[in-house]
Nanobody, 121 residues
C-alpha cells in the first residue's frame, strides 16, 4: 500500500504565501515525477508544476515566477512554495507522484487527497 498525505492549505490574503507538502509512505522502491495539480470550482484539473527525477522543473504559465516546486527524495516528499498569491489561485491542490513499488513492477500514479487553498481578503 502507498499513501499520500497533503498538508499546508488554508486561507490567505492576496499577496500572501503558503507552502504545501505531500508525503508518500508505504512500500516504495522509487519515486519518479512529482507534480502538483489544482482544480478550481467549475473548472478542469490542471497541472501547476512538475519535478522530474532528472531534475527538470516545469510550471504553468499562470504560476511561473511565483510558485516553486521542490522535492526530498529520501523522504518521498514534494513541496509547493506559493508566493504572491492571487484570488485566481483559489482551488483544491492535489499532489501526484509516479511511484514504482518494487524494481520489477511498473510505475503508476498516486494522488493525494487534496488540500484547499483560498486566497481572499
Amino acid at each position: 500500500q502507498v499513501q499520500l498525505v497533503e498538508s499546508g492549505g488554508g486561507l490567505v490574503q492576496p499577496g500572501g504565501s503558503l507552502r504545501l507538502s505531500c508525503a508518500a509512505s508505504g512500500s516504495i522502491y522509487r519515486t519518479n515525477d512529482m507534480s502538483w495539480y489544482r482544480q478550481a470550482p467549475g473548472k478542469q484539473r490542471e497541472l501547476v508544476a512538475r519535478s522530474t527525477s532528472g531534475g527538470t522543473t516545469t510550471y504553468a504559465v499562470a504560476v511561473k515566477g511565483r510558485f516553486t516546486i521542490s522535492r526530498d527524495n529520501a523522504k518521498n516528499t514534494v513541496y509547493l512554495q506559493m508566493n504572491s498569491l492571487k484570488p485566481e489561485d483559489t482551488a483544491v491542490y492535489y499532489c501526484n507522484l509516479e511511484i514504482a513499488r518494487t524494481p520489477w513492477t511498473p510505475r503508476r500514479d498516486y494522488w493525494g487527497q487534496g488540500t484547499l487553498v483560498t486566497v481572499s481578503s
